[in-house]
């Protein structure tokens, strides 16, 4: 099993855990050449054999198709059953693991994500990323219109702020020539099969999240720190000298230790959460959604109801942002907030979780807090959460939490 940790300071904000048994569990973003095993025109959805113990859905919405590869003229736009049948292989790319029952959900708009920009092969996809500012976007447009390929579209990342036309020439032709070996080994394949795997989640963690804001990157695993180093030595020279080896011997305590992340585990595994104040949030799980609790608990406040109330539900939107991302819980989300009389104090409460949520890569959606101060969100799944990797379904209860007594039955 691999750990990272991603910390803010001594904080930790992100956890991710990779698993050997991952390479059918763990394949976003891997690319299959995929077997049509039934198309489902009243769920408007096939499934694909893509190898794997389950097999993945395509829903409409994620088809390519080409308008000369179809039987019959249409008007508007086809329905699922005109574009794909049975035994017909297609190539496609998985967006979410399997989670629980439901198999990969796949798309054919395939994407190969590098250190600055994004290639999306055989499309006219164009966009850089927003949260740049206007001069940036300015700059970065006139060097993308330099280094494009002809034939395929191309997604600016925040992360290339800054860099130059040479660094974004190179992860461009990194990225074609990676292209050109998928679309080789596609040729050659005869049945469903795996065309590409992304890195291994440390790399991964790297090309998402490193950059010159990080003060270091440790590792205490001597293969998995070489491999990196090599790795950022590449993409990244200047930040080369930032990946250190952490010697566990030499240091006495194990890396999550001597970093306090242990601790921190263990609270992010908690039903509940403390706030500085003295309240708390209450974090429960369920199929359907996961609803968070927000308590005043021991704060007290010293003036009057209200501005205690609105102290502490100010205090819950940020801890509440903290811990979906440290969770990575996604999905349905209803959080409680507790009641406010004024209608100001509801609207600054949604914005600071708003302005929390911004610094969470993964999307979100909030609405406003309704009257009965409830916030109804979505986070985008991608992967099970923090608790369902680090837990197995308790064999007594079942994962329910409770046992039946037998002997009133």
Same mark, same amino acid.
């Given at each position: 099993? !691999? +750990?990272?940790?991603? /910390?803010? $300071? @001594?904080?930790? *904000?992100?956890?991710?855990? &990779? ?87 796949? !798309? +054919?708009?395939?994407? /190969?994500? $590098? @250190?600055?920009? *994004?290639?999306?092969?055989? &499309? ?286």
């Amino acid at each position: 099993m !691999t +750990q990272i940790a991603l /910390l803010e $300071g @001594r904080t930790l *904000v992100e956890h991710y855990v &990779s698993k050997a048994a991952d390479e059918t569990t763990q394949i976003d973003g891997n690319i299959y050449l995929g077997r049509v095993q039934n198309v489902l025109p009243g769920m408007e959805a096939a499934f694909i054999d893509i190898g794997t113990p389950k097999n993945a859905v395509l829903y409409r919405g994620d088809v390519r198709y080409d308008a000369d590869d179809l039987d019959a003229p249409v008007q508007g736009q086809p329905r699922i059953e005109e574009v794909l049948r049975a035994g017909q292989m297609i190539l496609c790319q998985v967006t979410k693991n399997p989670i629980g029952a439901k198999g990969a959900r796949l !798309t +054919q708009e395939v994407s /190969l994500p $590098g @250190r600055f920009v *994004v290639l999306v092969p055989d &499309s006219t996809t164009y966009g850089i990323s927003k949260r740049l500012d206007d001069a940036e976007r300015k700059r970065l447009r006139k060097i993308v219109d330099a280094v494009r390929p002809a034939s395929h579209g191309m997604i600016v990342r925040t992360a290339a702020a800054g860099a130059s036309a040479d660094e974004l020439r190179d992860d461009v032709t990194r990225l074609v020539e990676l292209w050109e070996g998928i679309a080789s080994a596609r040729a050659a394949a005869t049945g469903p099969s795996l065309l590409y795997r992304e890195p291994a989640a440390a790399l991964r963690v790297i090309r998402e999240e490193l950059n010159a804001e990080y003060r270091s990157v440790m590792i205490d695993d001597e293969q998995l720190f070489r491999q990196v180093r090599d790795y950022v030595s590449a993409v990244n020279p200047e930040l080369a000298d930032r990946v250190e080896h952490y010697d566990a011997a030499a240091e006495g305590l194990p890396i999550f230790e001597r970093f306090h992340v242990h601790e921190q585990l263990h609270k992010a595994l908690a039903r509940k959460v403390y706030l500085p104040s003295g309240g708390s949030l209450v974090i429960d799980r369920t199929e359907a959604l996961t609803v968070i609790d927000v308590n005043t608990g021991k704060n007290v406040g010293k003036t009057n109801l209200e501005e205690t109330v609105y102290r502490n539900n100010l205090e819950a939107a940020e801890e509440v942002a903290r811990q979906l991302r440290l969770r990575d819980i996604g999905g349905i989300i209803v959080i409680d907030f507790i009641d406010m009389e004024i209608r100001e104090n509801r609207d600054k409460v949604g914005s600071a979780l708003r302005a929390a949520l911004a610094r969470d890569k993964t999307r979100t959606q909030v609405f406003d807090i309704s009257e009965l101060g409830l916030v109804e969100m979505t986070r985008k799944r991608v992967s099970e959460g923090l608790i369902e990797s680090l837990s197995t379904t308790c064999t007594v209860c079942d994962g329910r939490g409770i046992v039946i007594d037998a002997s009133v039955l």
